[in-house]
Nanobody
Framework: QVQLVESGGGLVQPGGSLRLSCAASGSIFKSLRMAWYRQVPGKERDLVAAITQGGSTYYAGAMKGRFTISRDNAENTVYLQMNSLQPEDTAVYYC?????????WGQGTQVTVSS
């Protein structure tokens, strides 16, 4: 069983940065491909970035060059460094396995980009 707790969201001005964290409990974390997703009200939850057990990464098109996903297997934590944030990045951000597992969805963390 894995529990995921996201943190690090907040209000930031356009062009600013935030670093999200996802703390995982459970011994199988190291064996999971992990990802960050985001959701805007009324829309589907979209994949933002993913990272394999060994650290290889994938980014959705609009996030390439601005976001960086990383993981610390010793700390059971996944990070998302977000730079050059724009209003369209406003969403609730979630972490989960990739592909996602229904029972792992947490509360997410709100990111709001606004001047």
């Amino acid at each position: 069983q894995v529990q995921l707790v996201e943190s690090g969201g907040g209000l930031v001005q356009p062009g600013g940065s935030l670093r999200l964290s996802c703390a995982a409990s459970g011994s199988i974390f190291k064996s999971l491909r992990m990802a960050w997703y985001r959701q805007v009200p009324g829309k589907e939850r979209d994949l933002v970035a993913a990272i394999t057990q060994g650290g290889s990464t994938y980014y959705a098109g609009a996030m390439k060059g601005r976001f960086t996903i990383s993981r610390d297997n010793a700390e059971n934590t996944v990070y998302l460094q977000m730079n050059s944030l724009q209003p369209e990045d406003t969403a609730v951000y979630y972490c989960n396995a990739q592909p996602p597992l229904l029972r792992y969805w947490g509360q997410g963390t709100q990111v709001t980009v606004s001047s």
